[in-house]
């Protein structure tokens, strides 16, 4: 009998053992088979027969009636080996199933990762939208309070350039418009600062307005070289320019409203005639230009022009 060694001793063993339930299988069929056959001729009626037949068949019976109990007891442990046995050969002989629990754990274990990154990925968006949905809110609330700023700011810029505006309204109100709104003509024309010769002081101030020229001067550098406050000063200049003696222009002057004034008619000094001879002339009554006694042809005159002009060079 030729015999293949099998590549496989898995194989080589299941072999084995389907030979063996074979034989196992074949005797208990002939054995189930040969106590049925004894049964029922047991339970079948006697016939008649010789005696040496019924010697034969009664020896037999009583072999066999011994022999029933004994098989009967080995079937019983038998029949429990039998159907273990057919499980067995049933098991073996069927056809290899594809490990399906395995695949449908595969398969459930990927399903169950598709269903698990679907999650990932759904939270992850839901996240997202949340963070957008967040960030457009603080976009939005930062734009409002940019606009809220803004106009914050356009209203203080607004608020600043009306107060601008007003201080420079009331810059450009003088103290001196105030007092010509408060006073009247007779007030102005009629000030006096007490203990003060107000001619030789209007004087004064003409003098030294003359020595500026017609630029003129500020009016507070002329108050501080009379040393004169800012009131008295400016209704002194009040009382001369409604004289006639004086104009006051409005100018701009460090940021502040103030007035130059400028010499408009210079007062008639006698100084300069005071040691003339003329004034105490004998014969002035008979001075004229084409007379024998005249100024071109006077040495009084002549001698008195030569001192001043001495006196003014020491000067």
Do not use: H
């Not at 968006?125 to 603080?138: D, F, G, L, P, S």
């Not at 100084?271 to 001075?287: G, Y």
């Amino acid at each position: 009998m030729n015999t293949t060694k099998s590549s496989n001793p898995k194989s080589s063993k299941t072999q084995t053992s389907a030979c063996l339930l074979d034989c196992d299988l074949t005797y208990l069929s002939k054995l189930v088979r040969q106590l049925t056959r004894i049964i029922d001729n047991n339970s079948r009626n006697p016939r008649q027969e010789s005696d040496f037949m019924v010697e034969k068949k009664n020896e037999l019976e009583n072999s066999e009636s011994q022999k029933i109990p004994n098989m009967k007891n080995k079937l019983k442990q038998l029949k429990p080996r039998l159907n273990v046995t057919r499980k067995k050969k049933t098991k073996q002989y069927s056809k290899p199933q594809p490990k399906k629990p395995e695949a449908g754990k595969a398969e459930v274990k990927k399903k169950a990762e598709v269903k698990k990154k679907a999650e990932v990925k759904k939270k992850a968006e839901v996240k997202k939208k949340a963070e957008a949905k967040k960030k457009a809110e603080a976009k939005k609330k930062a734009e409002v309070k940019k606009k809220a700023e803004a106009k914050k700011k356009a209203e203080e810029a607004k608020r600043k350039e009306e107060e601008a505006k007003r201080k420079e309204e009331e810059a450009k109100i003088t103290y001196e418009e105030e007092l010509e709104k408060q006073l009247t003509e007779e007030e102005i024309t009629g000030f006096q600062i007490d203990k003060t010769n107000m001619d030789r002081l209007a004087n004064r101030v003409c003098e030294i307005i003359i020595s500026y020229g017609t630029d003129g001067m500020i009016q507070t550098e002329l108050w501080k070289k009379l040393k004169l406050s800012s009131r008295d000063g400016s209704r002194l200049a009040l009382k001369l320019e409604r004289l006639g003696m004086i104009t006051r222009e409005k100018i701009l002057e460090k940021g502040r409203w103030t007035y130059k004034l400028i010499i408009r008619k210079a007062p008639v000094s006698t100084i300069s005639i005071e040691d003339a001879p003329c004034l105490v002339c004998p014969v002035e009554t008979k001075c004229a230009l084409n007379n024998d006694i005249s100024p071109k042809t006077c040495q009084y005159i002549e001698d008195w022009v030569f001192v001043e002009l001495k006196t003014n060079k020491s000067k």
